[in-house]
Each structure stands twice: as structure tokens, then as C-alpha cells.
């Protein structure tokens, strides 16, 4: 248990909700949840019901909350219309991180989930590659741009009135409590379009369960601001 005060955006979502129990289990006593939607109910976090891109809803969350860590995960499912993604990933996204740093903000560390998709251009193929990897001319869709939008903007942030931050890029997602992966299998296998392949089948995607990606949420938050240089990281990519 710390003396943080976690406040976790979309932790009513897939992924928000492990990150939401995962600081419960670990005994963090200050645990709250800003979603547009209330899917759970837990009598010791409290919940914020509102809309990412309106400046009342955020600031109304953050002032009660108090909030010292934010984590940020939500957004727009994958295979939506633009504007829907513009609206919360980008004019949401720059809503939180302008009230995160109004005078009267007690949080200190932002933690923003991005996605493996904001460096590909889904044209070449991208292996052994780190952080380093620049974003590519054309991005996959409105989602991925969209994406690349929001983390440029809390990269950016770092550093502004002492706030820290950092983005994480899960790629893949599976686990209990998936809202889309599932869900698309089983539409494939209802429409019938199992017998068709497409290419020699040699292709390798990255998957990572849920509950990894919830925990490197939780140490993100936890070491953002200590230093260390690349160098110093075990298996560095030359
Ligand atoms: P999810 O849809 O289950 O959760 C997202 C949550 O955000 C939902 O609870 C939703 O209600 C909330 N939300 C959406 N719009 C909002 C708004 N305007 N204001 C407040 N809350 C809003 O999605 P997920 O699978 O848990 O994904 C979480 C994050 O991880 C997303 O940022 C996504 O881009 C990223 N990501 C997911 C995957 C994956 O495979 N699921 C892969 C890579 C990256």
C-alpha cells in the first residue's frame, strides 16, 4: 500500500478493470474510477461518471479524488469512425492533461495507455525493434492516429509543472473480461470464414495477457521518475 490516491480513466473497460483490481489486491486505499459507463460496483473505489473531452467532468473527478497517479486506458473500441476516435483519444486525452496540470492538480504522474499499433504502418513487417522505433509516415487508421496523437501529447507533458509521464503499447490484448477480441473470433466462425487463409501462414502477432499488461501499469506508475540510462537496461537492442 502507498500514500498514492489512483485514479484510473476507463477502469470500467477490459483492461482498467485489472488495473483497478490489482491495486485493490496489492491494498492501495485510494482507488477510483472515471468511465463514461459504470459497469462495476465495488464499495471501496469510488466512481466518476462522466465524459473524457468535457473539461467539468475531469476536473470534477480530479478534484474529488484527489488524485496524485492517473492511468489512463480509455478510448474508442478498434474499428470505429473517426470522429468518435478524435473526440476522446485526442480532445479527451488533452483534457486530462490540461486539468493535470492546472495550479490546484494534486496528481504528479500520468501513465497513458498507447498501443502497439502507433508504429505500424501495417505495410512491412516490424520485428526486434524498442522504443526507438520512429512512428511511420502512414499509420494503419483513424484508431492508430488517433493514438499517435495522445501519446505525442502526454510525452509532451512530461516534465510541465513537475507532472511526470509515460505511455505504455500493449500490443494484442487477451484475458477474462475481453470486450473485443473473443467477440471478433466468434463473428469469423458465425459468418463462416474459417476456410479461407490469407498468405502461408507464417505470420507472428504479439499477444500479451491482461493481467501483465494491467501490472505493467502498476510499476510504470510505481518507478516513473526514477532514472536510469538506456544503457544500464539488460539486453539493450544495438
Ligand atoms: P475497453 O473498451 O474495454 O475499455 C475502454 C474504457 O474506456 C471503457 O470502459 C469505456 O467505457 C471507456 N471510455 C470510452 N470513451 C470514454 C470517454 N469519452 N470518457 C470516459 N471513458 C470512456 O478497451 P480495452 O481493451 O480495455 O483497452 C484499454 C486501452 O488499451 C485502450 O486505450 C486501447 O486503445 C488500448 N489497447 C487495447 C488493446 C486490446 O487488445 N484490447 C491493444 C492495444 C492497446
Given at each position: 500500500m502507498s500514500a498514492e490516491s489512483y485514479l484510473v480513466i476507463g477502469g470500467c473497460g477490459f483492461l482498467g478493470r485489472?488495473?483497478?483490481?490489482?491495486?485493490?489486491?496489492?491494498?492501495?486505499?485510494?482507488?477510483?474510477?472515471?468511465?463514461?459507463?459504470?459497469r462495476h460496483f465495488d464499495s471501496n473505489v469510488t466512481f466518476?461518471?462522466?465524459?473524457?473531452?468535457?473539461?467539468?467532468?475531469?476536473?470534477?473527478?480530479?478534484?474529488?479524488?484527489?488524485?496524485?497517479?492517473?492511468i489512463h486506458t480509455a478510448s474508442p473500441a478498434?474499428?470505429?469512425?473517426?470522429?468518435?476516435?478524435?473526440?476522446?483519444?485526442?480532445?479527451?486525452?488533452?483534457?486530462?492533461?490540461?486539468?493535470?496540470?492546472?495550479?490546484?492538480?494534486?496528481?504528479?504522474?500520468?501513465?497513458?495507455?498507447?498501443?502497439?499499433?502507433?508504429?505500424?504502418?501495417?505495410?512491412?513487417?516490424?520485428?526486434?525493434?524498442?522504443?526507438?522505433v520512429p512512428y511511420p509516415e502512414v499509420l494503419l487508421d483513424a484508431y492508430n492516429e488517433t493514438k499517435v496523437g495522445a501519446e505525442k501529447m502526454v510525452l509532451e507533458y512530461n516534465g510541465k509543472n513537475d507532472l511526470l509521464t509515460c505511455a505504455i503499447r500493449p500490443a494484442g490484448i487477451f484475458g477474462p473480461g475481453d470486450r473485443q477480441m473473443?467477440?471478433?473470433?466468434?463473428?469469423?466462425?458465425?459468418?463462416?470464414?474459417?476456410?479461407?487463409?490469407?498468405?502461408?501462414?507464417?505470420?507472428?502477432?504479439?499477444?500479451?495477457?491482461?493481467?501483465?499488461?494491467?501490472?505493467?501499469?502498476?510499476?510504470?506508475?510505481d518507478k516513473l521518475g526514477s532514472s536510469y540510462h538506456y544503457s544500464e537496461l539488460r539486453d539493450p537492442i544495438s
Open positions: 485489472h488495473i483497478v483490481q490489482q491495486l485493490l489486491a496489492r491494498g492501495e486505499a485510494q482507488v477510483s474510477v472515471f468511465d463514461i459507463v459504470q466518476f461518471i462522466g465524459d473524457l473531452s468535457k473539461p467539468e467532468d475531469v476536473q470534477n473527478a480530479l478534484q474529488k479524488s484527489q488524485a496524485t497517479v492517473v478498434h474499428g470505429l469512425g473517426r470522429a468518435i476516435y478524435e473526440k476522446v483519444n485526442v480532445v479527451g486525452t488533452r483534457t486530462l492533461l490540461e486539468a493535470c496540470v492546472e495550479p490546484s492538480s494534486t496528481v504528479k504522474k500520468v501513465v497513458y495507455t498507447s498501443s502497439g499499433g502507433v508504429v505500424y504502418s501495417g505495410k512491412e513487417d516490424i520485428t526486434n525493434v524498442d522504443e526507438r473473443i467477440s471478433g473470433f466468434y463473428e469469423v466462425i458465425k459468418n463462416n470464414q474459417t476456410k479461407w487463409q490469407v498468405g502461408y501462414n507464417t505470420n507472428l502477432g504479439d499477444f500479451t495477457y491482461v493481467g501483465n499488461v494491467a501490472h505493467a501499469h502498476l510499476l510504470a506508475a
